[in-house]
């Protein structure tokens, strides 16, 4: 398999998403990573599950400490977004966080650390609340951290 630092990542093909990644990505990040009322958002580009093929999405995040975390709410959908089973093949990722593109490796929250990573998540991005109560599903945080 290639690179995905090199590789050239399929993005998604339309909807604000796709205009949002596109915009990020073509700016090198200068344009994109703060979104709507100065929400920060990072690339992340996986490894697809069944086809192997690198992928390309835009997400919120939240700063804990050196490492960046994120929800894989999907807006409250009844399943998980496809990135979400990506990173659980394969954890290997690459994030672009502005102008800065770098290798990292995810992992799940624990229990014990789940109260305080959402309250940082819903203090960049309250809505996530709400997308809670419209799921039965347990919304799992996804932390990485850069490697070195």
């Known amino acids: 398999m290639a690179d995905l630092m090199i590789e050239t990542p399929v993005d998604p093909a339309e909807g604000w ?4 990644v596109r915009q990020y990505a073509d700016s090198n990040g200068t344009e ?3 979104w709507q009322e100065g929400v920060p958002t990072l ?9 192997g093929v690198a992928r390309r999405t835009a997400l919120i ?6 490492e960046y975390v ?9 399943t998980h977004p496809d990135w979400y089973f990506n990173l659980a093949a394969d954890p290997q990722v690459v994030l672009q ?9 995810a992992r799940r929250d ?8 959402w309250g940082l998540m819903t203090a960049v991005w309250p809505d996530y609340d ?10 799992p945080l996804v932390v990485f951290t850069r490697e070195v």
Do not use: C
């Open 32 to 34: 994109g990573h703060m």
């Open 61 to 66: 995040y939240a700063n804990n400490g050196d």
């Open 97 to 105: 966080v502005g102008q800065e593109r770098f290798r990292a490796r």
């Open 17 to 20: 998403v796709a205009d949002h």
């Open 43 to 51: 690339l992340l580009t996986t490894r697809g599950k069944k086809s």
């Open 110 to 117: 624990v229990p014990a650390d789940r109260a305080r990573l």
């Open 130 to 139: 709400e997308y809670a109560k419209h799921t039965t599903r347990e919304i």
């Open 70 to 78: 994120v929800m894989a709410s999907y807006a409250g959908s009844p």
